[in-house]
C-alpha cells in the first residue's frame, strides 16, 4: 500500500511536472506537544502562479519539479497554508500548523460566543453554506437536515408558508413545542426568522441542551435557534450579488381515477349499496344518475381537473445585494432582497417578501462602541380559495362551461361547486411589515470587560383581506372582511461579560451577568359585512352592512436576571454554571418567578499527557450537563388572573353588556412547565482532522404540564388550568462530517446527521385508576405510557374476503354471509367462535385486529399509532473538482404514522363512496379480492375505512441536488470581479414512500409541495 | 465502501418504508357457495309468544281474531299491510317486539313503516328490532321513504332515499332488512311549483299533456327510475296512488297514471281509497281494479285515520262497521285478479280503535 501511495505520487508529480529543478521534502503536522513532528500524508504540494502539483505519500514525501526560484504551496484541510520560496534549493521541508479558524471555530453561545473546542453545553453550528444551497423563501425550510435533533415539518407548499421546527421532538402536551428564536441577540418569532434574507445569514447556532439554553428561562425549553447576520468588516468594500431564477412544478405519487374508473368505482358502490354481487349488471344510466354527468359522458370531453388547477410550471426568483465594508472604526453591512414566487395554483396564490438590512458598528472610542442593527421586510401574499381541494373530488364527468364558454358554479345534477369559478369570486391578500431597530453600546472600561446595554425594538403589522363577490357559489351576496394584526416587542438589556484576569494561565474564567426586560404585545382589530353595493374588495368594505367586529388587545412582560460562569483548567477540564430567573406577567399570583439553574462539565480528553502518542486522535471531549428550563407558551397572558365573558341582555328597549366570570377557575399556582435535561456527548476530531463528530444522548423529564382539570360544576366552575402532567423524551443525536479528499484540484467532503427521538407520556393529572395507576384520556389521544402525538384507533388487517364466511345462497339467488370460527372456547383446541363485532360484516368489509383476543372487537382493541418519526437522517456530500463544484443533499425520515385523508375522508374524495373522485386505490371487488382497501359503497360510510389509511410516514427524498461552476480570478479581474460562480440546483426530484400524497409532509386540503429547478449567479466584487 | 454502506443505509430506510402487500383472497367464482332452502316468510314467533309480546286483553284478543278473518282469506291468500308512523315509533320508543306482535295479531302481513332518514342513517336498534321481529311473524316491511317532493325534480335526492334505505340493508342481518320501499309520490297533491315548471290543477289541468298529465309522466319517472334500482338489489316498490288517475284515464282526461303503467313501474299500488262506507270505497276502488292486467297488483287502502275531513275515514263508523266494510270490500276484491288485499291508513287509529271496550268509544 505504501508502495502504491509512493509510485502515484511519484507519478502525478512527474505527469504535471514542469522545468528546471527537482524538488523534494516532507510535510509535517505539529504533534499535541507542538514540537515533535509527525508525517502528513495527502497534503497538497502546488507551484505557486501555476498548475503543477502533487501530494504528498504515507511518509508526508513529495517529490515536485519547479523553477528554481518559484514557492511551493502546502495546504491541507484543518492547516494552515504554508508558502515556501524555493531559492535555488531541492529539498524543501515544512510544518504546517492546525488552523484553529477551521477546526475551533468561534461559535454564539447566547450573551456571548466562545471557541468550539471550549465548549461544555451542547450547541449544534449549522454549516450555513450547505443550509443556503436549497432555494426556499423560508430559512427554517433551508435548516432541514442540517442539525441533527432540529426536526422540519412542513404542512404546506403554499408560497411563503412557514414550516415547523421542533428540536429534541416534543415533551409538552398540550402546548406548543415551537423552539426560542434569537437573531442578533434580540428575542424573535418563527416568522421573522422564516423571512430572514438567506444572504444576510453568518450563523446559526441550535442550543439543544438544557445547560445551553437555561440562560434563556422560562422560554427556553423547546430549544434556542441563535442566528447572526453579517456585519462590516473593514478593508476593501465588498459588494455581492446572489440571485436565482426558478421554475416550479407539480409531483404526485398517485393517479386519479379516470372517465371509465370512475364510472366502475361509482357502479360498484352502487353494486354493494343494493346488494348485487356482479357490479356489470347494474345499468351505466343507474351508474351515472346524473344527468348532467350522463350528458358530458355522452360527449365524450372530460375534464382535468388538476390541469385545470395548476400550472405546469411557476416562476420565481430572488435577489439578494449586499455591501460590506469599513475601516478600523467604523464598519457595516448593508442588504436589500427581494423574493418573488408564483403559486402553482393558477388563480390568487403566490408571495412576495422586500427585505432590507443595515448592521453598523462605530468604534466611538477604544472603550465605547456603538452598533445599530436595523432590518425591514415587507411581504405580500395572496392566497388560494380555500375550497380550491376540491379539485380533488371532482367527477371528470363535468360540465364546467355554459354555451358561451364562461364558467358555471356547478358541475353536475347534485349542484357540486365548480372549484375553479369559485377561486375566481374570491380574494385573499395578507401584506405585512416587519421593522426591527436595534442599537447597542458597548463600554470596556477596562480590558477584560465588556458592558453592553442592548435595547430592541421589533413591530409587524399585518393586514389580512378577504372578500366574496356576490357570484361566489351558496354566498348570498359580496362578503367581505379585513382584520389587522399587530405584533410588537420591546427588549432593554444590561449585559456584563468579564474574562477574569488570573495570573496563572491555566485558568480561564469568563463570567456572564444579565438583566433584561421583555415587553410583548398583540392586538387585532377586524370588521367583517355582507352586501357590499358593487363586488369591491374589503377596501369597500365601509359601504357594507357589519355583521361581525372583533378586537383584541393583551399584553405581558418577563424581567429576567440571568448569571453564567464558564471556567476552564489548562484547557482541558471545562466547567460551565448559569443560573436564570424569570419573573413572568403570565404566572400566577403566588408564582412569578422561576428559577433556572444547570451546570455543564467538560473533558477534553485529548489534552491530556496519556493521550499524545494516540495519533489518529486530533481532538476528543466527553461532556455532560443537566439543567432546567421552563415554557411558559401553554399559559394565554391572563389566565392566572381569570377571565370574564361578556353577557348582553336587553332590558325594555335598550341594550346592555354586561360581564360574568367564565367557567373556568384561575389558578394563582400556575406556573412554566419545567423541563429538567440530562445530556452526555462525545466531540471528536480523528485521523489528521478528516473526521469529526458529535454523537450525545439525552433524557428529559418535563413536569408540571398544563391540564385543564375537571371541577365540580356547582362550584359554578366547570374546569381549571393546572400544572398536573409529566413526560419522559429520550433520544441521541450524531453527526458525522468526513473529508474524504482535500487536494489541489479535487475536494470531497460527506456530512451525515441522524437524530432519534422517543417520548413518552408518564401521567396526565392526578386521576388513577384502582390499582393506582395513571388513568389515561383516550378522548384526547393522551394514553399514559404512550408517545405523546399519537392516534389511537383500531388497526384494520386487510379487507375480509370470500374465504373468511360460510356463503349462503338462499334459492333465490341472494347471497347471506357468516363468519367462519376463529376463536377456541371450549379449550378443546378447534376453533367453535367467530369474532364478533357490533357492525354486521361481509366479504370486502375492513377487517380489525382483535388486539386483546377476546374474540370480540371492543374499544380495547385500539392501538396506539406513533405520529412523531423515530429517527430523522440527512446526508450531504460536497464534491469540487478545478472551478466545479457538486452538492447532494438526502433526506430521510424513518417511523410513524400519518392519517391519510385522501385515503378515507370524503371531503379529499377518500371516502370510496363514488359520489366523488378520489385517488385511485386497488379497491375490493368480487372478481378483485384484494387487500389494499374495501369494497365501495354508495350510500353511507365505509365501517373502519379510516383504518386503513393509516400509513407510514417514512420516506426517503433527494432533497437537493446543486452543480456549480466558478470561475476563474484571473480572468474576474479584468472585469473587476472578484467572484463569478454560476449554478443550477433542483430540489425534491426523488421522493421513496408509502404515504399516498403531493408530499409525504402536506396532507388534505394543504397547498401541495413543488419540485424546483433553478439558475443562480454568486457575484462579488 | 464508505460510500456504499451510506447508500446501504438509506436503502435500509426505503424498505422500511415499505410493507408487503397481503395476499388477495379468493374471488367470487372460486368460492365454494352453500345452498339452503329459503326460510324468509316462515313463522318463527308463535301465536302465543306473540299474545304475551303484545300485552292486549282478552276483549282485544277477540277482536284481533275478528279482524284478522275480516281482511284474510282462509287460505291466506292477501297481502294486506298497514301504514306505521313516527307517532306509533315514539309510543313503543323502548318495546318494538310489542308493535310488531300486536300487528301480527291483527292479521298483516306487511308494514308501510316510516322509519326517518336519521333513523336509517344510524341503523337505528329500534329498526332493526322491529323488522327482525316482523320477520319472525312472517311480515314483511317496507320503507316508507321515497315522498318527499324533492323526489320530483332532483335523481340525486331521489338516489339518496333509496341509498338511505339500501345502506341500512346493507348494514344489518338479512332478518333484519326491509322487504322493500314504499313511495308515497302523490303529483295530485302538488299546488305550488316544486322546480318543474307547473302544478295540480284539479280545474284547468286536465287534458292529454296538460299539466296534470306532465305531473303523472314525471311520477311514473321517478318511480321507474326507484323500481330499476331496488330489484337491483331484490326489494319491491310500492306507490300510493289516488284512486282518481284511472277514472280520469277513463274518461279521456289523462293519458297517464293508468294501473297497467304503474303496474310497470312498481310491484303493487295502494290505492288511497278514503270513504266513509263500504260502498263509498268499492265505487272509487272497482275502476282500478278492473284495470289491471296483473295479479295482485292494486291493494285497496281504508282510512282510519282523522287527519282529514269525516268523510274520508271510516273512523266513525265505528270498530263493528269497521269489521263489516272490511269483510266485504274483501270479498267483492277477491273477484278481481288484480286485488292484492285490505291495506290500512293508519296503525296508530286502527289501535285505537282496538283499544275501544264498546263499539264507537262512547264510554270514554
Same mark, same amino acid.
Given at each position: ?237 465588498? *459588494?455581492? $450579488?446572489?440571485?436565482?431564477? /426558478? @421554475?416550479?412544478? #407539480?409531483?404526485?405519487?398517485? +393517479?386519479?381515477? !379516470? =372517465? %371509465? ?74 442588504? *436589500?432582497? $427581494?423574493?418573488?414566487?408564483? /403559486? @402553482?395554483?393558477? #388563480?390568487?396564490?403566490?408571495? +412576495?417578501?422586500? !427585505? =432590507? %438590512? ?664 | ?364
Amino acid at each position: 500500500m505504501k508502495r502504491i501511495i509512493t509510485l502515484l505520487s511519484v507519478l502525478m508529480c512527474v505527469t504535471m511536472s514542469a522545468q528546471n529543478v527537482q524538488v523534494t521534502g516532507h510535510v509535517y503536522e505539529m504533534d499535541a506537544d507542538g514540537i515533535a513532528k509527525l508525517p502528513l500524508t495527502g497534503a497538497s504540494v502546488q507551484v505557486k502562479g501555476t498548475r503543477t502539483g502533487c501530494v504528498t505519500d504515507i511518509d508526508g514525501q513529495f517529490s515536485i519539479q519547479a523553477q528554481s526560484d518559484g514557492t511551493l504551496v502546502f495546504s491541507f484541510f484543518g492547516f494552515k497554508t504554508v508558502e515556501k520560496k524555493i531559492a535555488g534549493r531541492s529539498v524543501v521541508d515544512v510544518v504546517l500548523e492546525s488552523d484553529v479558524q477551521v477546526l475551533d471555530e468561534v461559535v454564539a453561545v447566547g450573551y456571548g460566543s466562545m471557541r468550539k473546542s471550549d465548549l461544555a453545553t451542547s450547541i449544534s453550528s449549522v454549516n450555513t453554506s450547505d443550509m443556503k444551497v436549497f432555494p426556499a423563501s423560508s430559512a427554517s425550510e433551508m435548516l432541514r437536515g442540517r442539525a441533527a435533533g432540529v426536526t422540519v415539518t412542513s404542512s404546506s407548499g403554499r408560497p411563503g408558508s412557514v414550516p415547523s421546527i421542533t428540536i429534541r421532538g416534543s415533551r409538552s402536551i398540550s402546548a406548543s413545542n415551537t423552539p426560542l428564536y434569537v437573531i442578533d441577540g434580540c428575542i424573535a418569532s418563527d416568522t421573522e426568522f422564516a423571512m430572514i434574507s438567506s444572504n444576510d445569514i453568518e450563523s446559526v447556532e441550535v442550543l439543544k441542551d438544557a445547560a445551553s439554553q437555561a440562560i434563556y428561562g422560562a422560554r427556553a425549553s423547546d430549544g434556542v435557534i441563535l442566528v447572526t447576520t453579517k456585519r462590516g468588516k473593514s478593508g476593501d468594500s465588498e *459588494v455581492s $450579488y446572489n440571485g436565482y431564477v /426558478g @421554475l416550479q412544478s #407539480l409531483h404526485r405519487n398517485f +393517479e386519479f381515477y !379516470n =372517465a %371509465r374508473e370512475y364510472i366502475e368505482l361509482r357502479r360498484e358502490a352502487m353494486a354493494n349499496d343494493l346488494g348485487v354481487i356482479d357490479a356489470k349488471t347494474i345499468p351505466l344510466v343507474t351508474a351515472i344518475s346524473d344527468e348532467v354527468m350522463a350528458g358530458v359522458y355522452k360527449s365524450g370531453e372530460y375534464v382535468d381537473w388538476e390541469d385545470l388547477m395548476f400550472k405546469s410550471v411557476a416562476p420565481y426568483h430572488n435577489h439578494e445585494l449586499s455591501v460590506r465594508g469599513g475601516t478600523d472604526r467604523i464598519k457595516a453591512m448593508a442588504s *436589500v432582497g $427581494y423574493f418573488n414566487q408564483d /403559486g @402553482l395554483i393558477k #388563480l390568487s396564490s403566490g408571495y +412576495e417578501r422586500l !427585505n =432590507a %438590512r443595515m448592521n453598523v458598528d462605530f468604534q466611538v472610542k477604544k472603550w465605547l462602541k456603538l452598533g445599530l442593527n436595523t432590518s425591514f421586510g415587507f411581504t405580500k401574499r395572496e392566497i388560494e380559495n380555500g375550497a380550491y381541494y376540491q379539485f380533488i373530488t371532482r367527477s371528470p364527468l363535468a360540465d364546467i362551461y355554459d354555451e358561451n364558454g364562461a364558467l358555471v358554479p356547478y358541475i353536475n345534477s347534485n349542484k357540486d361547486t365548480n372549484p375553479i369559478y369559485s377561486a375566481l369570486h374570491d380574494f385573499h391578500e395578507e401584506r405585512a411589515n416587519n421593522t426591527r431597530l436595534n442599537a447597542f453600546a458597548e463600554l470596556t472600561p477596562f480590558k477584560g470587560f465588556v458592558y453592553k446595554f442592548n435595547v430592541s425594538y421589533y413591530n409587524r403589522v399585518r393586514e389580512d383581506g378577504h372578500s366574496r363577490d356576490s357570484h361566489y357559489p351558496n354566498g348570498g351576496g359580496s362578503t367581505a372582511s379585513i382584520t389587522n394584526y399587530t405584533t410588537s416587542n420591546v427588549l432593554l438589556e444590561n449585559v456584563v461579560n468579564y474574562n477574569v484576569p488570573i495570573r496563572d494561565t491555566d485558568h480561564k474564567l469568563n463570567l456572564t451577568l444579565v438583566q433584561s426586560v421583555d415587553h410583548n404585545l398583540y392586538k387585532t382589530i377586524g370588521y367583517s359585512v355582507n352586501n357590499i353595493p358593487v363586488d369591491k374588495d374589503w377596501d369597500y368594505l365601509a359601504n357594507g352592512e357589519l355583521t361581525a367586529k372583533e378586537r383584541r388587545y393583551t399584553e405581558n412582560n418577563l424581567v429576567s436576571f440571568m448569571a453564567r460562569a464558564q471556567y476552564s483548567y489548562k484547557d482541558r477540564y471545562l466547567v460551565n454554571v448559569a443560573y436564570r430567573r424569570d419573573g413572568s406577567s403570565r404566572f400566577g399570583m403566588n408564582t412569578k418567578w422561576g428559577n433556572f439553574p444547570s451546570i455543564a462539565l467538560a473533558w477534553r480528553l485529548s489534552q491530556e499527557d496519556f493521550m499524545k502518542n494516540v495519533k489518529w486522535v486530533n481532538s476528543l471531549k466527553l461532556r455532560t450537563s443537566f439543567g432546567i428550563v421552563g415554557n411558559q407558551n401553554g399559559i394565554d397572558n391572563y389566565t392566572t388572573l381569570g377571565l370574564v365573558k361578556p353577557m348582553p341582555g336587553e332590558f325594555g328597549d335598550s341594550y346592555y353588556l354586561g360581564y360574568l366570570p367564565s367557567t373556568e377557575l384561575p389558578n394563582k399556582n400556575l406556573r412554566w412547565e419545567q423541563s429538567s435535561t440530562f445530556n452526555a456527548g462525545v466531540d471528536f476530531t480523528l485521523f489528521s482532522n478528516k473526521l469529526n463528530g458529535t454523537l450525545e444522548y439525552y433524557n428529559t423529564r418535563t413536569t408540571d404540564l398544563l391540564v385543564s382539570r375537571t371541577l365540580n360544576a356547582a362550584l359554578g366552575y366547570t374546569s381549571m388550568l393546572d400544572n398536573l402532567g409529566e413526560t419522559r423524551t429520550q433520544g441521541m443525536d450524531f453527526n458525522l462530517t468526513a473529508n474524504l479528499i482535500s487536494t489541489r484540484d479535487w475536494n470531497w467532503s460527506v456530512s451525515a446527521n441522524i437524530s432519534h427521538s422517543t417520548n413518552r407520556i408518564v401521567k396526565i393529572d392526578d386521576s388513577v385508576d384502582a390499582e393506582g395507576r395513571p388513568m389515561s384520556q383516550p378522548g384526547n389521544n393522551w394514553i399514559v405510557g404512550a408517545p405523546i402525538n399519537i392516534y389511537y384507533d383500531y388497526q384494520a388487517v386487510g379487507v375480509y374476503q370470500y374465504d373468511d364466511f360460510y356463503v349462503y345462497s338462499d334459492g333465490s339467488g341472494r347471497l347471506s354471509y357468516e363468519l367462519r370460527p376463529a376463536y377456541d372456547t371450549d379449550g378443546d383446541g378447534v376453533a367453535d367462535a367467530p369474532l364478533q363485532r357490533e357492525d354486521t360484516v361481509e366479504p370486502g368489509c375492513v377487517k380489525l385486529r382483535d388486539v386483546n383476543g377476546d374474540g370480540k372487537i371492543t374499544s380495547d382493541d385500539r392501538v396506539v399509532y406513533k405520529r412523531d418519526p423515530d429517527m430523522t437522517l440527512s446526508l450531504s456530500t460536497n464534491l469540487t473538482w478545478r472551478n466545479f463544484d457538486f452538492y447532494m443533499d438526502w433526506y430521510a425520515v424513518a417511523g410513524g404514522y400519518v392519517l391519510n385523508p385522501l385515503l378515507y375522508n370524503g371531503e379529499y374524495g377518500g371516502d370510496l363512496k363514488g359520489k366523488n373522485n378520489g385517488i385511485k386505490v386497488d379497491y375490493w371487488t368480487p372478481y378483485n379480492a384484494t387487500n389494499v382497501a374495501p369494497r365501495p359503497l354508495f350510500s353511507s360510510d365505509i365501517p373502519y375505512l379510516k383504518t386503513m389509511a393509516y400509513q407510514d410516514a417514512s420516506y426517503l427524498r433527494l432533497r437537493s441536488v446543486q452543480l456549480g461552476y466558478t470561475f476563474d480570478s484571473h480572468l474576474l479581474q479584468k472585469i473587476r470581479l472578484s467572484k463569478l460562480r454560476v449554478y443550477c440546483t433542483a430540489t425534491n426530484l426523488l421522493t421513496f414512500t408509502q404515504v399516498l400524497s403531493y408530499s409525504p409532509e402536506v396532507m388534505g386540503s394543504a397547498y401541495p409541495e413543488a419540485r424546483q429547478v433553478v439558475l443562480g449567479v454568486n457575484l462579488t466584487f | 465502501m464508505k460510500r456504499m454502506d451510506l447508500i446501504s443505509l438509506f436503502g435500509l430506510v426505503a424498505l422500511m418504508s415499505c410493507t408487503r402487500d397481503l395476499p388477495h383472497g379468493s374471488t367470487i367464482d372460486q368460492i365454494e357457495i352453500i345452498h339452503r332452502e329459503q326460510t324468509q316468510g316462515e313463522v318463527v314467533i308463535s301465536d302465543e309468544k306473540a299474545l304475551v309480546t303484545a300485552e292486549i286483553t282478552e276483549l282485544m284478543k277477540t277482536k284481533a281474531a275478528d279482524f284478522a278473518a275480516a281482511i284474510q282469506t282462509a287460505d291466506k291468500t292477501l297481502d294486506n299491510n298497514v301504514y306505521v308512523y313516527a307517532a306509533t315509533l315514539s309510543k313503543y320508543t323502548d318495546n318494538p317486539e310489542k308493535l310488531a306482535a300486536r300487528i301480527s295479531l291483527l292479521g298483516y302481513t306487511g308494514v308501510y313503516l316510516s322509519p326517518g332518514g336519521s333513523r336509517l342513517q344510524n341503523v337505528d336498534p329500534w329498526l332493526r328490532r322491529f323488522i327482525a321481529y316482523c320477520s319472525d311473524r312472517a311480515i314483511k316491511v317496507y320503507a316508507t321513504y321515497y315522498e318527499d317532493f324533492e323526489v320530483f325534480t332532483s335523481e340525486a335526492k331521489a338516489s339518496e332515499c333509496i341509498s338511505k334505505v339500501t345502506g341500512y340493508n346493507k348494514a344489518v342481518k338479512p332478518g333484519e332488512r326491509f322487504a322493500g320501499m314504499a313511495a308515497d309520490l302523490e303529483p295530485h297533491i302538488i299546488k305550488s311549483d316544486i322546480g318543474l315548471g307547473y302544478v295540480w290543477n284539479s280545474d284547468t289541468g286536465y287534458g292529454v299533456g296538460k299539466q296534470n298529465d306532465k305531473l303523472l309522466e314525471v311520477t311514473l319517472d321517478r318511480l321507474s327510475f326507484a323500481h330499476g334500482r331496488l330489484h337491483l338489489s331484490g326489494l319491491q316498490l310500492q306507490e300510493a296512488i289516488w284512486w282518481n288517475y284511472q277514472i280520469k284515464n277513463n274518461e279521456g282526461k289523462l293519458s297517464k297514471g293508468t294501473i297497467p303503467q304503474f303496474e310497470s313501474v312498481c310491484d303493487w299500488v295502494c290505492l288511497m281509497s278514503y270513504r266513509n262506507s263500504t260502498d263509498g270505497i268499492w265505487e272509487i276502488s272497482e275502476p282500478s281494479l278492473k284495470a289491471a292486467t296483473k295479479e295482485k297488483t292494486v291493494s285497496i287502502c281504508v282510512k282510519t285515520a282523522t287527519n282529514d275531513e269525516a268523510v274520508t275515514t271510516i273512523w266513525y263508523n265505528g270498530w263493528n262497521a269497521m269489521i263489516s266494510t272490511m269483510t266485504t270490500l274483501k270479498s267483492r276484491g277477491l273477484e278481481y285478479s288484480g286485488f292484492r288485499g285490505l291495506d290500512m291508513f293508519t296503525y296508530d287509529a286502527l289501535e285505537q280503535m282496538w283499544e275501544w271496550t264498546d263499539d264507537k268509544n262512547q264510554r270514554q
